[in-house]
């Protein structure tokens, strides 16, 4: 979930986003990008850069990518409630 905010005083555009709660995961996340670091809340809306937004979003996408083809090379049915 993300929506523009603001510019902060650097000149980066600021998005609001919220991480989502995991079912086995409520958390922190952590993320080291660009010589910068952050730490996110799940389930609390944050501003962040909106490469950093970008990133999360690639991030969680290749996750579920690589659950899902876990889940295949083992023929294990998948648990849909994971993501």
Same mark, same amino acid.
């Given at each position: 979930?993300?929506? @523009?905010?603001?510019?902060?005083?650097? &000149?980066?555009? $600021? *998005?609001? %986003?919220? $991480?989502? *709660?995991?079912?086995? +995961?409520? &958390?922190?996340?952590?993320?080291?990008?660009? &010589?910068? +670091? %952050?730490?996110?809340?799940? &389930? /609390?809306? *944050?501003?962040?850069?909106?490469? /950093?937004?970008? %990133?999360?979003?690639?991030?969680? @996408?290749?996750?579920?990518?690589?659950?899902?083809?876990?889940?295949?090379?083992?023929?294990?049915?998948?648990? $849909? !409630? !994971? %993501?």
């Amino acid at each position: 979930m993300a929506t @523009q905010a603001n510019k902060k005083a650097t &000149g980066e555009k $600021l *998005v609001r %986003f919220t $991480l989502p *709660v995991e079912r086995d +995961n409520a &958390g922190p996340e952590y993320f080291a990008i660009n &010589g910068r +670091n %952050f730490r996110i809340q799940r &389930g /609390v809306e *944050v501003e962040i850069p909106e490469y /950093v937004k970008n %990133f999360i979003e690639k991030w969680q @996408q290749e996750r579920a990518e690589a659950y899902f083809a876990k889940m295949k090379v083992h023929n294990e049915q998948p648990d $849909l !409630t !994971t %993501f």
